[in-house]
């Protein structure tokens, strides 16, 4: 295991990630002709020797992201170097990524940062990723179950870089009775179309007929923006926050060598309803307004919410009088 916080590469580094990264891309980018665009821009700046300069892997992997990125405009499509050498057998390296994954999932918590019941009782869920549910499931049933008696919730997404679309369609499955169809997938590498739709069993109660909120930033991105585009097209949230970072592809990280990593959409998401997604555009908010003013807003929006709909039952002046207090202190 290297030690150093500096990888020093040479030539023959270059030209093995090179290699092995234009043959990725052209076997599996879920767009041929910019995989074909992007592999000739390589090859011509190596045969250029205008790699030649680079000469330590992190300014090497952000000139190749960068390269990359300018072609197909995919924030998705990047490449990252590790210290400590991993396997380039793909059954090997396959496990060791979604080990690493998984480890880093639980120190995590699994994507929730904070759940709380706010006052006048509305929920809010600061979720910073969306974990594969085969490991943060539990976690997730345990959090919807937690807020499931709140009149109102929040979901913050505004530090969300994405995750598994697995466990965007466990959550939204609490948030709506019916079967409802979320989303469509588009696999190059297989050529296959697959379909996401709610669950048709959750563990605990469904939060239903209850005003649902999503707060975005210019940050969240990839299966954050798909809960969040489902959300809104669908017409059971109501988004507030900034336009989100435009990342509709999905796709997952593989070793191309020892040291060097490469994420390479493979799909391409379908919403049932637009027949388009986010890709590049980003999920407009209902309600654009500042990241950092978002929460406030939203809050406000939900404690009005709840005071209207117990304003005159007596038995819930408890409740109007922490709202009242709150609604003061929003104020100030």
């Known amino acids: 295991m290297i030690k150093t916080d500096v990888l020093p590469i040479n030539l023959a580094v270059r030209e093995d990630v090179i290699k092995e990264l234009v043959f990725r891309l052209q076997n599996e980018y879920i767009f041929p002709d910019k995989a074909l665009e992007m592999s000739s821009k390589l090859e011509t700046k190596w045969k250029n020797g205008e790699y030649d300069s680079f000469i330590d892997a992190e300014s090497f992997s952000k000139e190749l992201t960068h390269d990359l990125q300018t072609i197909s405009n995919d924030r998705h499509l990047r490449v990252t170097f590790h210290l400590e050498e991993k396997s380039i057998k793909k059954e090997i390296s396959e496990k060791e990524l979604m080990d690493e994954y998984y480890r880093k999932g639980k120190a995590n918590n699994y994507g929730f940062f904070k759940i709380e019941r706010l006052a006048g009782n509305i929920g809010y869920i600061d979720l ?38 697995g466990m965007v369609a466990l959550l939204t499955s609490y948030l709506f009775n019916e079967p409802t169809h979320l989303n469509n997938f588009y696999s190059r590498p297989d050529d296959r179309n697959t379909q996401s739709w709610t669950l048709p069993y959750v563990p605990g109660k469904r939060y239903i007929n209850k005003p649902v909120y999503v707060l975005t930033s210019n940050y969240t991105f990839s299966a954050a923006e798909e809960f969040t585009y489902n959300l809104l097209n669908l017409k059971r949230a109501t988004v507030v926050g900034e336009v989100t970072g435009g ?27 637009t027949n388009t997604n986010w890709e590049g555009t980003g999920v407009k908010p209902h309600v654009m307004i500042d990241k950092e003013e978002a929460f406030n807003y939203v809050y406000k929006e939900a404690l009005e919410y709840v005071k209207n709909k117990y304003n005159h039952q007596n038995e819930f002046r408890f409740l109007l009088k922490e709202i009242d207090e709150k609604l003061i202190e929003l104020k100030n």
Do not use: C, W, Y
């Open 128 to 165: 910073r990723n969306f974990e594969d549910p085969a490991v943060g499931g539990e976690t997730a049933i345990s959090t919807m179950n937690f807020i499931s008696n709140t009149e109102a919730l929040i979901f913050d997404l505004r530090k969300n870089g994405g995750g598994s679309p």
């Open 247 to 273: 990342g509709a592809n999905p796709g997952h990280i593989q070793q191309i060598t020892k040291n060097f990593r490469v994420f390479i959409p493979t799909g391409r998401a379908i919403n049932p309803l």
